[in-house]
T-cell receptor, first 110, second 114 residues
Framework: GQSLEQPSEVTAVEGAIVQINCTYQTSGFYGLSWYQQHDGGAPTFLSYNALDGLEETGRFSSFLSRSDSYGYLLLQELQMKDSASYFCAGSLGNTDKLIFGTGTRLQVFP | NAGVTQTPKFQVLKTGQSMTLQCAQDMNHEYMSWYRQDPGMGLRLIHYSVGAGITDQGEVPNGYNVSRSTTEDFPLRLLSAAPSQTSVYFC?????????????FGPGTRLTVT
C-alpha cells in the first residue's frame, strides 16, 4: 500500500528550530510536498521536492531522500503563528495526485 | 481571482439523504480533486479529475460520485448519506502541468450526518 508516517505532535519554543519527519512506504512516489493547516482552515502549500536534497524557502526548508524513503520539513526562527498542523504528501507518478501523510501538530510556546 | 470556492460552508443531513457539494475554480486549472478530513487526521483523496470529462477514483471513493463537465466546476455527490461520511470536505485544484505541484484548496464544507 501507500502510506506516509509522521510524528503526531512536536513542541518547541519561539526562535527555535524544529524538524518534522516523514517516512513513506510506497512505490511510485515522484516527489514530496509539504502543507500547513491552521485549526479550522484549509491546507496551504509550503514546498515541494522533486529531486533528492534540500529546498529552501525563507524560514522553511524541505529535504528528500528517495533511497531512504524519507523527507523532512525544517522550520527555523519559530514564531507563534507557526503553530499549526503540517502534512507531507506524496505525488503519485508524475501527476498532481497526492496522498497525504498522517500529519504533525506543531505547538510553539513563548 | 476568487481561487477555489466551495458551497455550502456547513451542512447537516439525515441518514439516507443525498446532496451535492459544489466546487468551482477560476484559475483555469486542469486538475481538481476532492478530499475528506476526519478530526485529527490527514486528508484522504476521494475522487480527482485531470480535465473536463475525465474523472478517476482516489483512496476512498465509495458512496461518492463526481463529474467534470467544465474546467471550472467539480461537484461531489453523496448518494445516500451515512454517519461515517461526517467529515470536512476540501476541494483542491492545480495547473496539472509537470513540475507545478502546488494545490490550491477551497475553504472546506463541514458536513454532519445524523
Amino acid at each position: 500500500g501507500q502510506s506516509l508516517e509522521q510524528p503526531s505532535e512536536v513542541t518547541a519554543v519561539e526562535g527555535a528550530i524544529v524538524q518534522i519527519n516523514c517516512t513513506y512506504q510506497t512505490s511510485g512516489f515522484y516527489g514530496l510536498s509539504w502543507y500547513q493547516q491552521h485549526d479550522g482552515g484549509a491546507p496551504t502549500f509550503l514546498s515541494y521536492n522533486a529531486l533528492d536534497g534540500l529546498e529552501e524557502t525563507g524560514r522553511f526548508s524541505s529535504f528528500l531522500s528517495r533511497s531512504d524513503s524519507y523527507g523532512y520539513l525544517l522550520l527555523q526562527e519559530l514564531q507563534m503563528k507557526d503553530s499549526a498542523s503540517y502534512f507531507c504528501a506524496g505525488s503519485l507518478g508524475n501527476t498532481d495526485k497526492l496522498i497525504f501523510g498522517t500529519g504533525t501538530r506543531l505547538q510553539v510556546f513563548p | 481571482n476568487a481561487g477555489v470556492t466551495q458551497t455550502p460552508k456547513f451542512q447537516v443531513l439525515k441518514t439516507g439523504q443525498s446532496m451535492t457539494l459544489q466546487c468551482a475554480q477560476d484559475m483555469n486549472h486542469e486538475y481538481m480533486s476532492w478530499y475528506r478530513q476526519d478530526p485529527g487526521m490527514g486528508l484522504r483523496l476521494i475522487h480527482y479529475s485531470v480535465g473536463a470529462g475525465i474523472t478517476d477514483q482516489g483512496e476512498v471513493p465509495n458512496g461518492y460520485n463526481v463529474s467534470r463537465s467544465t474546467t471550472e466546476d467539480f461537484p461531489l455527490r453523496l448518494l445516500s448519506a451515512a454517519p461515517s461520511q461526517t467529515s470536512v470536505y476540501f476541494c483542491a485544484s492545480s495547473p496539472g502541468l509537470a513540475g507545478s505541484y502546488e494545490q490550491y484548496f477551497g475553504p472546506g464544507t463541514r458536513l454532519t450526518v445524523t
